[in-house]
């Protein structure tokens, strides 16, 4: 089994920074990309920022400039630095791994349990 255990969050006001991290474990083979998404309420999940194995990051439109994606490939771990957050920022944040794990052939995607990110004005 795969794990992707998320911590961070909470409420913060509008210009804090929030660092959340992410970390993958159990029988894994080998990682491609990691990355954050979020949710806000009555919206779609979107990509907030994502990062290949050779460092090589993306981020949405609406976050760059303001976050950062770090990963670090020894340990199977994701961060999300957060800066100049923005009440639009407000969402349910999820990790996401795409790996190969000891019991698939495939590589698939999988999820943290998600945390909350609340930014107020």
């Known amino acids: 089994q795969v794990q992707l255990a998320q911590s961070g969050g909470g409420s913060l006001q509008a210009g804090d920074s929030l660092r959340l991290s992410c970390a993958a474990s159990g029988s894994i083979l080998s990682i491609d990309s990691m990355g954050w998404y979020r949710q806000a309420p009555g919206k779609q999940r979107e990509l907030v920022a994502k990062?290949?194995?050779?460092?090589?990051?993306n981020y949405a439109d609406s976050v760059k400039g303001r976050f950062t994606i770090s990963r670090d490939n020894g340990k199977n771990t994701v961060a999300l630095q957060m800066n100049n957050l923005k009440p639009d920022d407000t969402a349910v944040y999820y990790c996401n791994a795409y790996l190969r794990s000891r019991l698939t052939v495939r590589y698939s995607d999988y999820w943290g349990q998600g945390t909350q990110v609340t930014v107020s004005s």
């Open positions: 990062i290949s194995s050779s460092d090589s990051a």
